[in-house]
């Protein structure tokens, strides 16, 4: 499409003339047209171009609102005057810069933003970004669908529930307009001290990280059609610092390095990935300069460009971050990027001097013109290849019933169900039985407790509730209190690094150590349990989603049988609490199978059910659910699967009494 009737478009639109519907995902490749690209190239600015390498954040939830917080982080009054002046090629959306109201307004906003960059001097549709990990890190309004996050797909060990999960999120991101998802993480999260990925990661096994990755990543652009964008390259989940608030260094060998945190980028990379995403982190073993990898060329450009065959679009990191502007001033952090390899730099605190900066180091001759031209290139055939050029417009009408659709919430039912971990069950306390009496307590605030106890409630426990979720020593002692004559506690914790607070392990403590017995809810990271007193039972739910707290319901009161098994070794001290892929489950109970006598030789049947940890064995040998045909007499025998066993008291031998007969004629 041309840049003109790009423009066309953009002034109907406008004037309320036309909204276009681009809610089927364009096949990747489909239109993809190098000549346009280089058309388009050869017809922008300098400044143009140089726009399209920045990705800024701005404040307001229409195009033209003006907020006075715009002026010191970009020189300009609102969305539209940024856009105007810089002409970037692309804008990332939050929730505290007011972005992200509503999903009917995220959607007007998104086609006005794209209203306004073809009608506007660079003439190019934009990239337009969210951070939508899903589980604890959420952007888009309700009502869309909740789903479980990375770490929690990680203790399904399903690709599959992986991939749904990534088509969703494009899904509801492609119906209000954004076209960019910073995600999935790939990350191996292998210290458990990490202070900012935990549970944002699939896990501590490389390979699990690898293969779930991938597959979420062809959710996003297989199946939903936009880019994606994976993180945090070259690996940020051995470190034990923030880089929102510092600098973080990975003390580890290069093998190291090439063994644990690299083969997840790879096999993004041959995947087919959009974009990576710089890590403002110190790798001494890939780079001994210091220097972050964001603006390290050995690793952006040796590295991930010439050796590991990366030929789309690097992304930093925001620019904003602390880990960012330790060593150089906001003018020289994008060029350093841009010289190390990068494409698009990311909220910059101030793009008026990050842009300025950018310029004159061209026109100092310290970065070359092609050089920018390349990044440029990487852009626009992103764009070309998500369709964003041909048709970057959604039809407003259609957003509510994309994020109402009910395949979503029912996919993100099972996902959550399926990811629920049961670390411990002293005396098989868990399940519930009906009418338990359960006191509800912890972390969470009213709202997230009242939705578990709601749940509790629908499968009939009798829930009292009272919050406590960094309690004072007088809300400890009052919690213990009134836990007396309750047959049950369970008490919440949550943490974002390796141990939840000192009032909610004082909370567990005193709980513990009364004769009402506790059951433990890790609802962020499951290390949790490693640091509070030991309890009867104790669970691990990877989010504090409210799927994720219904889930934890349903398997409390053994509506769903635990089949999470751990993404991370949980260590105690220099030992190992709960090793890697651990996860008990309830005893199962066999169900029967049927015989059914048929008159002719060969012609009766018997049907084998199928039961959660149950396998049947004929003659010694496996016999997969369904119906099957038999000549004689069978005995079937039910054991339990590995990790599972039998309830006590559970039939577990049937025999066939066929009669015998003459072959049916």
Do not use: C
């Not at 990990?133 to 909740?146: F, H, I, T, W, Y």
């Not at 790879?266 to 995947?271: E, H, K, M, V």
């Not at 952090?333 to 605190?349: C, F, R, T, W």
């Not at 105690?572 to 059914?596: I, N, R």
């Amino acid at each position: 499409m041309s840049r003109g009737t790009w423009r066309g478009l953009a002034a109907a639109v406008g004037a309320g003339g036309i909204v276009l519907a681009t809610l089927s995902a364009p096949a990747a490749g489909a239109g993809n047209d190098t000549n346009d690209v280089e058309a388009i190239i050869d017809g922008m600015t300098l400044e143009e171009k140089v726009g399209q390498m920045f990705v800024p954040y701005m404040y307001g939830s229409t195009i033209d609102e003006a907020d006075p917080r715009n002026v010191p982080a970009a020189g300009v009054p609102s969305i539209g005057a940024m856009i105007d002046e810089f002409h970037p090629g692309g804008i990332i959306y939050f929730g505290w810069s007011n972005n992200l109201r509503s999903p009917e307004q995220v959607a007007q906003l998104s086609n006005d933003i794209q209203a306004r960059a073809l009608s506007g001097g660079g003439g190019v549709p934009m990239t337009t970004s969210i951070d939508q990990e899903e589980g604890v890190v959420v952007r888009l309004p309700q009502p869309s669908a909740q789903l479980p996050g990375a770490m929690a797909l990680g203790a399904t060990r399903d690709a599959g529930h992986a991939r749904d999960a990534g088509r969703i999120t494009a899904e509801k991101l492609a119906s209000v307009g954004v076209n960019q998802d910073y995600s999935p993480i790939v990350d191996v999260n292998s210290n458990a001290l990490n202070p900012v990925i935990g549970v944002r990661a699939f896990g501590g096994d490389t390979g699990l990280v690898a293969d779930l990755g991938v597959a979420q990543l062809r959710g996003f652009q297989d199946d939903g059609g936009i880019s994606a964008s994976v993180k945090h390259f070259p690996g940020h989940g051995d470190t034990a610092v923030d880089s929102h608030y510092g600098v973080p260094l990975i003390d580890k060998s290069e093998a190291e390095f090439r063994a644990e945190d690299l083969p997840p980028f790879q096999a993004a990379i041959d995947a087919g990935a959009d974009s990576i995403m710089t890590a403002h982190i110190v790798v001494p073993a890939l780079d001994p300069s210091g220097r972050p990898a964001t603006f390290s060329r050995p690793i952006l450009t040796e590295l991930l460009r010439e050796e590991m065959g990366f030929d789309g679009v690097v992304v930093t990191d925001s620019l904003s971050m602390q880990g960012a502007r330790e060593e150089f001033g906001d003018d020289r952090v994008p060029v350093e990027a841009i010289l190390a390899g990068a494409d698009q730099m990311l909220m910059p605190p101030n793009l008026r001097v990050a842009y300025d900066g950018v310029i004159a180091a061209v026109a100092d001759g310290e970065i070359t013109v092609e050089r920018i031209d390349d990044s440029v290139r990487r852009i626009l055939e992103m764009k070309e290849k998500r369709g964003v050029l041909d048709d970057p417009l959604v039809d407003l009408t259609a957003v509510p019933d994309v994020l109402a659709t009910p395949e979503h919430d029912a996919t993100a039912t099972e996902i959550a169900d399926d990811s629920i971990t049961l670390l411990s069950n002293d005396g098989g306390l868990l399940p519930l039985g009906d009418g338990a009496d359960v006191f509800l307590t912890g972390w969470g605030g009213s709202a997230r407790l009242d939705t578990m106890a709601d749940e509790l409630t629908v499968h009939g426990a009798d829930v009292t509730v009272q919050p406590a979720a960094d309690p004072t020593a007088a809300q400890v002692e009052a919690a213990v209190a009134a836990s007396a004559g309750h047959d049950v506690v369970v008490v919440l914790t949550q943490s974002a690094g390796f141990a939840p607070s000192a009032a909610q392990q004082a909370l567990v403590t005193g709980l513990a150590g009364t004769d009402v017995p506790v059951v433990q809810v890790a609802v962020r990271n499951p290390y949790d349990v490693a640091s509070t007193a030991e309890t009867a039972a104790a669970i691990a739910a990877y989010g504090y989603a409210d799927v994720s707290l219904e889930a934890t319901a349903r398997v409390l009161m053994g509506q769903v049988n635990p089949v999470g098994r751990l993404p991370v070794a949980i260590p105690d001290g220099a030992d190992t609490l709960f090793p890697l892929g651990y996860g008990l489950h309830y005893p199962v109970t066999p169900e029967p199978p049927v015989f059914v006598d048929r008159v002719g030789r060969g012609q009766d049947t018997y049907e084998i059910p199928e039961v959660q940890g149950v396998d049947y064995l004929v003659r010694d040998r496996v016999v997969a659910p369904g119906t099957h045909r038999s000549n004689r007499d069978v005995t079937i025998t039910a054991v339990a699967q590995e990790g599972y066993e039998l309830a006590d008291g559970a039939a577990t031998t049937w025999e066939s009494d066929f009669t015998a007969g003459r072959p049916s004629r």
